[in-house]
């Protein structure tokens, strides 16, 4: 199947424009046309949140939107987040978030979109949005501290 | 050993420190080194197609189609790679009696289970490779499948190797003392019951992959891998695709997971470095998830007839098992997949001073994917059967579990000793760490609480175990049996002209930390700041010589050699010091980059001392060697291991109506002898507690009776998630090992290996008011209403 599109994206703040094969997913257009090899694929079935990473303002899986879907649209992804992540990205290294750091892309999309929501320092509320993102190598605890770590320093 | 060289007392030594990791900056901003991210100039992608029945003679092939696709380079089937790749057996001389057959990249003749790579395809993208594997046609006549490890001994099972006449692969009986005559005494309780483990799989997150690359210039053959044991896949491709040694170069980067998963050989990795030979060019495969779950080793499955004896006083008087265990249509290379078993039979009930003993296990040939080492090998196993046993029989005697063990476990004071098993154990401390759990968990309290709660219909239970955990292997694992699996570490340390040092390690990182934990003993050990040390692991070309990271060992045997090097190579440097400064070396230090006094005093940086050897050697005396770099081997002698030991507990709800299990805490106190860096070590032991969780309640690969996978999706098939997780109170207790300067043993699996026992334990505890017991994993729902008869 060799149907194409192109199409025009901005991501992390440039404009890329492509001809890309209708079927491709956008994690694989960003990873494989652009290089930016930051999000991971895990399942490629929308389960693991491996691929999570920003479209006008909302996270989403990479490997459920189309790369065609993203035509026109903003796009972030972990090598894009700046500033806005550096709070998480100091607790997630001072509480040992991350071990082998495959799924630590899609976990911090996750924790940005928690925290940027304004949750609270709540362990329960913390676990139970991170349930869509699967890391098999922490036990899930040092991220729920580093969530937590964030809001605490940010409401003090 | 246990030489004058002494460094904990050191005021800048980092040993202990629960130091940041480097590289965790790399990776929180999309920097890792991933093997799919890798694009080589050229590089060309494999799919495969693979068999869709468990047991199936191949009548014929058809890739006409296939062939058709534009984008496609080159197809292969197991009879065009036949010549080109010298088959694989997965045995070990000192594993007498096991017996594997041939194994060969593709299937040639019979596919053995569903999953098993029949024909390749190399296309422009793995797309077209999908597309054009989709259209090859394999014909294939049925073969009656043996799934059920149970049934494929029986005589009417179908045999998978027709010449080994039936589906024994190993078996091994271990016996001490006269378990017999100790059943058969009138004063004991027997307890017997049947345990059955699921058959589960690893799920790294990062799929297996690798990129391999052959330049005919030079016939060289390098290959980035996702892998845990770079010099034994250096081996491995050279022998198996017919080149020199030195001519193949292994790379491991950044690894997304591993769990062992990522040490053993498959047909789809070797074919992708074949592909690679032939084509002249760069060949990546990444398996995706289904290939992931068809493919990648499974582990645990596992029926086990277990039976203990106690006397009134609460003594063991006999523990004795049968453990049957399917492997698969063969015993995966080089590793063997009879170590699982073995562990098994050397493991249980190992923490116990226990003389009468017994265990037998068969391990048998059946149509399903393979089964080999994954986290904690047998562990689980081991002491779920101990450890279950153990406390239904202080119940049927009406003791306390706890002071069953108390009476039970080896004295912390009697080591060394060998177990009952036949284990040589050592500076163990089982009383030390069980008191330490009970405090922590405050025991006493809550068993009135879950009392009193039970008054209320409230369900909890408590559950122990008291566990060792293989850690440091020795050569007399896998050398001994002929593997090319390196036991000894190396470690090189190079001063840096600028004063910073580089180590050079073949151990390996996969996210435990590795890299930081050699880090910092060298840094504390030589004397510069953690940032002035650059750490390199994972490449055949540039590391000493090594067996990478499996059966936690980077911590003991790696971080040993480190700190070896950076002693010799301080030693090189203070006698050029002292040249230079007119001192004698053993008047001078390193301190924070600095040559100093004994006494802090500053004398010349480290950078200008490098200098003055690097670039105005003239400035030195003719007989002084210009040598600033120093390589240590380490490998643990005298010990088959250096076992560590933990004691574990879990609480737990349950609730009757549903079967469903919510586990309110869990605690871990670990022994892992010297602790190197505790923020490392205790996350992992947090994540081995989570994987122990998932086998215990979630994680099951399902066949159905013809072979097939039914749940390989990560929708269908349960890991943890971060809701169901409890926080998990950890603590140590360190009894350094003598083996080693450094006295680190492991602790990368005692979780997975401990909690499935204790959660076990703690489900049996709640199911006993209600006249319940489970004995299966994992313990979904409906098996616990199964048992409440409620189903
Ligand atoms: S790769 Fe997208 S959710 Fe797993
Ligand atoms: S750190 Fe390895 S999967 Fe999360």
């Known amino acids: 199947m060799t149907d194409t599109q192109t199409i025009s994206v901005t991501v992390n703040g440039e404009t890329a424009s492509a001809a890309v094969p209708v079927r491709q997913n956008l994690v694989d257009f960003l990873r494989n046309t652009l290089g930016l090899t930051g999000s991971h694929v895990g399942c490629e079935h929308g389960v693991c949140g491996a691929c999570t990473l920003e479209v006008d303002g909302a996270m989403v899986r990479g490997c459920l939107m189309l790369a065609v879907q993203a035509d026109g649209a903003k796009v972030t992804t972990i090598e894009g987040y700046g500033d806005r992540a550096a709070a998480l990205r100091a607790a997630f290294i001072d509480r040992n978030a991350l071990q082998c750091g495959y799924c630590t892309p899609g976990m911090l999309a996750s924790a940005l979109e928690y925290v940027e929501g304004g949750g609270g320092a709540d362990r329960a509320a913390i676990r139970e949005h991170l349930s869509g993102n699967y890391c098999r190598c922490t036990g899930y605890q040092s991220i729920v501290d580093a969530v937590c770590d964030v809001i605490e320093g940010e409401s003090s | ?791």
Request: charged share 20%; glycine share 8%; net charge negative.
């Open chain 2, 1 to 791: 050993m246990s030489g004058p060289l002494t460094i904990f007392d050191k005021p800048n030594s980092l040993i202990g420190k629960p130091v940041d990791r480097p590289d965790a900056k790399r990776l929180l901003q999309g920097r890792g080194k991933f093997v799919d991210d890798i694009q080589l100039p050229r590089m060309v992608h494999a799919a495969f197609v693979r068999a869709p029945v468990a047991h199936g003679r191949i009548v014929s092939i058809d890739l006409d189609e296939a062939r058709a696709v534009p984008g496609v380079i080159a197809i292969y089937t197991g009879a065009d790679l036949a010549d080109h790749v010298e088959p694989y057996v997965g045995v070990l001389s000192h594993m007498v009696g096991l017996r594997s057959a041939p194994q060969m990249p593709l299937a040639i003749d019979t596919v053995r289970w569903t999953g098993e790579p029949v024909v390749m395809v190399v296309a422009s993208s793995r797309a077209v490779a999908e597309d054009a594997a989709a259209l090859v046609f394999v014909d294939i006549e049925d073969l009656p499948p043996a799934t059920d490890m149970e049934r494929a001994l029986e005589p009417d099972a179908p045999v998978i190797h027709p010449d080994f006449g039936n589906n024994l692969a190993w078996e091994r009986t271990v016996e001490a003392g006269d378990p017999d005559a100790a059943f058969a005494r009138d004063d004991v309780s027997v307890v017997e019951r049947t345990f059955r483990f699921g058959r589960h799989t690893g799920v790294t997150l990062e799929t297996r992959a690798s990129v391999v690359d052959y330049d005919p210039s030079e016939d060289t053959l390098t290959c980035h891998y996702s892998g845990q044991a770079p010099h034994m896949m250096q081996f491995i491709f050279a022998k198996h695709l017919g080149l020199p040694e030195e001519n193949v170069r292994v790379i491991s980067n950044d690894v997304g997971g591993s769990f062992g998963i990522k040490i053993h050989t498959y047909g789809d990795e070797i074919a992708t470095a074949a592909a690679a030979k032939l084509l002249q060019r760069p060949v990546k495969f990444v398996a995706d998830r289904l290939e992931s779950f068809l493919t990648d080793i499974h582990a645990r499955d596992h029926v086990v007839h277990g039976r203990i004896a106690v006397t009134p006083e609460g003594e063991i008087a006999a523990l004795a098992f049968d453990d049957i265990t399917g492997i698969g249509p063969y015993s995966m290379y080089p590793r063997t997949s009879a170590i699982e078993a073995n562990q098994i039979l050397n493991l249980t009930g190992a923490p116990y001073a226990l003389e009468n003993y017994r265990a037998n296990a068969k391990v048998v040939f059946q149509n399903k994917n393979l089964m080999c080492q994954y986290r904690a090998v047998g562990h689980p196993i081991a002491m779920a059967v101990a450890d279950g046993l153990l406390e239904e029989a202080a119940h049927k005697i009406g003791m306390d579990v706890v002071e069953i063990r108390r009476r039970n476990l080896v004295k912390d004071d009697a080591y060394p000793c060998t177990s009952a098993t036949g284990m040589k154990l050592d500076d163990l401390s089982h009383h030390k760490t069980l008191d330490k759990l009970i405090e922590t968990m405050d025991y006493d309290a809550k068993r009135a609480e879950h009392a009193a709660l039970r008054a209320e219909g409230i369900h909890r239970g408590l559950g122990l175990v008291s566990m060792i955990e293989v850690t440091n292997p020795s050569p007399m694992f896998y050398g001994i049996g002929g593997a090319p699996i390196a036991s000894q570490d190396g470690s090189t340390i190079r001063l840096e002209a600028g004063g910073a040092i580089h180590v050079s390690s073949s151990v390996t990182e996969q996210g435990q930390g590795t890299n930081t934990i050699l880090a910092q003993i060298a840094a504390g050990v030589f004397g510069v700041a953690m940032d002035r040390v650059k750490v390199t692991t994972g490449d055949t070309k540039t590391t000493p010589y090594g067996g990478g990271t499996w059966a936690s060992r980077g911590a003991g045997i790696g971080g040993e050699a480190t700190l070896q090097a950076a002693h010799a190579l301080k030693e090189q440097v203070l006698d050029i010091a002292g040249v230079i400064l007119q001192a004698k070396p053993e008047a001078l230090d390193i301190v924070e980059g600095h040559v100093t006094d004994k006494d802090g005093t500053q004398r010349m940086s480290l950078s200008d001392l490098a200098r003055t050897v690097y670039y105005r050697g003239n400035e030195l005396p003719s007989d002084m060697t210009p040598e600033l770099v120093a390589t240590r081997h380490y490998r643990v002698t005298d010990f088959p291991f250096v076992f560590t030991n933990a004691a574990m507990a879990a609480e737990v709800e349950l609730d009757p109506d549903t079967g469903f299990v919510k586990i309110l805490n869990f605690w871990a106190v670990e022994d892992c002898g010297r602790v190197i860096n505790p923020k490392l070590v205790d996350e992992q032991i947090r994540g081995g507690v989570i994987q122990g969780i998932g086998g215990a309640f979630y994680e099951e690969c399902i066949y159905s009776e013809d072979g097939q996978f039914e749940n390989a999706t990560m929708a269908d098939y349960l890991v943890p998630m971060a809701f169901e997780m409890p926080d998990i109170t950890i603590a140590h207790v360190e009894t350094p090992t003598k083996t080693s300067v450094l006295g680190a043993k492991g602790a990368g699996e005692a979780g997975t290996g401990g909690a499935p026992a204790a959660l076990l334990n703690a489900v049996n505890d709640a199911l006993r008011p209600l006249d319940a017991q489970i004995h299966q994993m994992p313990m979904t729902p409906e098996r616990i209403l199964k048992a409440l008869g409620t189903v």
